[in-house]
T-cell receptor, first 113, second 115 residues
Framework: GNSVTQMEGPVTLSEEAFLTINCTYTATGYPSLFWYVQYPGEGLQLLLKATKADDKGSNKGFEATYRKETTSFHLEKGSVQVSDSAVYFCALNGGGSNYKLTFGKGTLLTVNP | NAGVTQTPKFQVLKTGQSMTLQCAQDMNHNSMYWYRQDPGMGLRLIYYSASEGTTDKGEVPNGYNVSRLNKREFSLRLESAAPSQTSVYFC??????????????FGPGTRLTVL
């Protein structure tokens, strides 16, 4: 079946530091890949997505590239802010008529001023 | 445009009590979902409805039932609550039929405690 493995947190960074959160996946076929973000006390919001190999998703300074050869979708940001403190979830949709998302366990990011 | 709304926000139940969690979306989406979020477990799908009139089990359906009341509303029912159902419950919706790139939109969640 489909699965997502992401680096376990928590991750603590200083403001303006570089961020990488690793995500790898197992899936049959050609899934779509997503990063969702959950701010404290809120629901999940889509951060970015990529639907085919070598696609790069980007939003709010975050980027992730769909790498089929390494089955990875690592999230990066060049300079984090305190407001980026949240839980980040990597997820995949297995494709076809399968509407279901499979989530990783989430990575808590704390950015200190 | 409220997106996905959920009621209640918080609920405390005693073991054996029943309750229904309500979810509504105003985006004219075809598909709706119920997830539970537990520490260290990510989100796990309980039930989903690919379109009005259909429902299917997800990864962890035991102890739950759902009703797709109409295109807007999708409720989750706990018939006899157990402490293991203490969790945060999220409803989500998506356009559906958009293939694997379909984006899901989440509600703010219901925090349920079963004593």
């Amino acid at each position: 079946g489909n699965s997502v493995t992401q680096m376990e947190g928590p991750v603590t960074l200083s403001e303006e530091a570089f961020l990488t959160i690793n995500c790898t996946y197992t899936a049959t076929g050609y899934p779509s890949l997503f990063w969702y973000v959950q701010y404290p006390g809120e629901g999940l919001q889509l951060l970015l997505k990529a639907t085919k190999a070598d696609d790069k998703g980007s939003n709010k300074g975050f980027e992730a590239t769909y790498r089929k050869e390494t089955t990875s979708f690592h999230l990066e940001k060049g300079s984090v802010q305190v407001s980026d403190s949240a839980v980040y979830f990597c997820a995949l949709n297995g494709g076809g008529s399968n509407y279901k998302l499979t989530f990783g366990k989430g990575t808590l990011l704390t950015v200190n001023p | 445009n409220a997106g996905v709304t959920q009621t209640p926000k918080f609920q405390v139940l005693k073991t054996g009590q029943s309750m229904t969690l309500q979810c509504a979306q105003d985006m004219n989406h075809n598909s709706m979902y119920w997830y539970r979020q537990d520490p260290g477990m990510g989100l796990r799908l309980i039930y989903y409805s690919a379109s009005e009139g259909t429902t299917d089990k997800g990864e962890v359906p035991n102890g739950y039932n759902v009703s797709r009341l109409n295109k807007r509303e999708f409720s989750l029912r706990l018939e006899s609550a157990a402490p293991s159902q203490t969790s945060v419950y999220f409803c989500a919706s998506s356009q559906g039929g958009a293939g694997q790139g379909d984006t899901q939109y989440f509600g703010p969640g219901t925090r349920l405690t079963v004593l």
